[in-house]
């Protein structure tokens, strides 16, 4: 695994933050390619050898800012607010879904993806905040 896709693996997990879910978000996965391309080279420059663990990477990066390129800060920043999104549009989907699940989804135990799936598959009869929720957090 290489370095930077360490990092925003890293990164991802210190930035899971809850924020208002509205905007378009990122898959895990879309954020370490833009995180690789965008900053790899400045990581390797100026933090290289950093670990990730408690916010020592982000504090790296930080502390270099000025000698960090102005696309790593934007596709950073970017990507962070995206993940944050994301991670609250997680958390605020079965809140949001509660009644759909109590109408299609009662007689599903929770636990293993069951009352997703259920969700998923009356998908024309959910409501569409409840859809809109399950796509806000990547789940469609």
């Not at 879904?97 to 007689?107: G, L, N, Q, V």
């Amino acid at each position: 695994m290489t370095l930077a896709i360490r990092i925003l693996g890293g990164l991802a997990l210190i930035f899971a933050l809850s924020l208002p879910a509205s905007a378009q978000t990122v898959s895990y996965a879309e954020a370490m390619r833009l995180f690789t391309r965008a900053c790899g080279k400045d990581v390797e420059r100026t933090c290289k050898g950093v670990s990730i663990g408690e916010a020592r990477m982000l504090n790296c990066m930080k502390k270099n800012e000025s000698k960090i390129s102005d696309t790593c800060k934007t596709t950073l920043d970017a990507t962070i607010r995206s993940l944050e999104l994301r991670a609250a549009a997680q958390e605020a989907a079965f809140p949001l879904c509660e009644k759909d699940i109590r109408r299609f989804c009662k007689e599903y135990d929770p636990g293993n993806g069951r009352i997703l799936r259920c969700l998923l598959s009356n998908e024309k009869q959910v409501s569409a905040g409840c859809n809109q929720a399950i796509t806000d957090a990547g789940w469609r």
